[in-house]
Nanobody
């Protein structure tokens, strides 16, 4: 079984910065799609930034120029550097991955439990 664990959320002032981390653990052979989503109460989960199937980075408009996604393949880790945050960035941020586990020949979809980011003065 694969687990995704996010960390790094918290309270940050408008204009500040925050770095989120996600570590995938388990019998992992490969992570194909690896990305960040966010969700606010009453709304659907929305894409923030992602490494797509081709390994390319895709950002939603709300993240372009402010957020940077990166990964450490050797540690099955994903990061989101958030700069110049604003109150609209307040949300629970989720890590998402398509993972091939050892002994299988397919990819399974996993979500982390989320880490909350609150932007407030």
């Amino acid at each position: 079984q694969v687990q995704l664990v996010e960390s790094g959320g918290g309270l940050v002032q408008p204009g500040g910065s925050l770095r989120l981390s996600c570590v995938a653990s388990g019998d992992i052979l490969d992570i194909r799609i690896f990305g960040w989503y966010r969700q606010t109460p009453g709304n659907q989960r929305e894409l923030v930034a992602i490494f797509n199937n081709d390994g390319d980075i895709v950002y939603r408009d709300i993240a372009k120029g402010r957020f940077t996604i990166s990964r450490d393949k050797s540690k099955n880790s994903l990061f989101l550097e958030m700069n110049n945050v604003n109150v609209e960035d307040t949300a629970t941020y989720y890590c998402n991955a398509d993972v091939k586990e050892k002994g299988t020949n397919w990819y399974s979809h996993y979500w982390g439990q989320g880490t909350q980011v609150v932007v407030s003065s």
